[in-house]
């Protein structure tokens, strides 16, 4: 059964401290893995793909990246701010199949305080 | 460019009531389109996804059904409300090979069973 799983559940943070959010899986075979941010309240939206190929993608100062061989990823958050708590979702994506059955984690909660 | 249109985007309905969400894409044709539901503090349950009108999927036993009238509308419905069918609910669009693109999310549904 495929799977993913992501740590911690949830996480509090200073304004410019960094953090690494981590998700491990077991899909197969495994296609590509994107990082979504949720606000509260509103849709999942994408901040990074990896295929198999990629190692690192950064977007700004959201950086992934994706260890194929132990299946496990991170997103990295550089000098955080405010705006950046929200819920972070790893989802991977297993083969070639037009209908995507995308199997998502249950998301990273992280809080930035002031 | 592509939007999807999610409404409405709160609503507030007695047990035993009907439902219907509706969700509308622009600026793309044959989309895979995705029904997902979100408890509070959980990760996204996929419910329906259609390849195509008249070509929808189940994952999972429920209360709701889904239809797809037109290429780029959903419609998730139910005949009768449960308090169990309260949570967020996400449309959401891909094309092509969904595992490589990805998925857009509507704005979403809060969806509150008194």
């Known amino acids: 059964k495929n799977q993913v799983e992501q740590s911690p559940q949830s996480l509090i943070i200073l304004e410019g401290k960094n953090c690494t959010l981590q998700?491990?899986?077991?899909?197969?075979?495994?296609?590509?893995l994107r990082w979504y941010k949720q606000d509260t309240g509103r849709g999942p939206v994408s901040l990074t793909i990896?295929?198999?190929?990629?190692n690192t993608k950064s977007n700004g100062r959201y950086t992934a990246t994706l260890d194929a061989d132990t299946k496990q990823s991170s997103l990295h958050i550089t000098a955080s701010q405010l705006s950046d708590s929200a819920s972070y979702i790893c989802?991977?994506?297993?083969?070639?199949?037009?209908?995507?059955?995308?199997?998502f984690g249950d998301g990273t909660t992280l809080t930035v305080k002031p | 460019s592509q939007t999807i249109h999610q409404w409405p985007a709160t609503l507030v309905q007695p047990v035993g009531s009907p439902l219907s969400l509706e969700c509308t894409v622009e600026?793309?044709?044959?989309?895979?389109l995705y029904w997902y539901r979100q408890a509070a503090g959980r990760g996204l349950q996929l419910l329906f996804y259609?390849?195509?009108?008249?070509?929808i999927s189940s994952e999972v036993p429920q209360n709701l059904s889904a239809s797809r009238p037109q290429d780029r509308q959903f419609i998730l419905s139910s005949k009768k409300l449960l308090l169990s069918d309260s949570g967020f609910y996400l449309c959401?669009?891909?094309?092509?090979?969904?595992?490589?693109?990805?998925?857009?999310f509507g704005s979403g549904t809060r969806l509150t069973v008194v």
């Open positions: 989802v991977v994506s297993a083969g070639n199949t037009n209908a995507g059955k995308s199997t």
């Open positions: 959401a669009w891909s094309v092509g090979q969904v595992t490589y693109y990805g998925y857009t």
């Open positions: 990896m295929t198999f190929s990629e």
């Open positions: 600026g793309t044709s044959n989309p895979n």
């Open positions: 998700c491990n899986y077991t899909v197969s075979p495994f296609s590509n």
């Open positions: 259609s390849i195509g009108i008249d070509q």
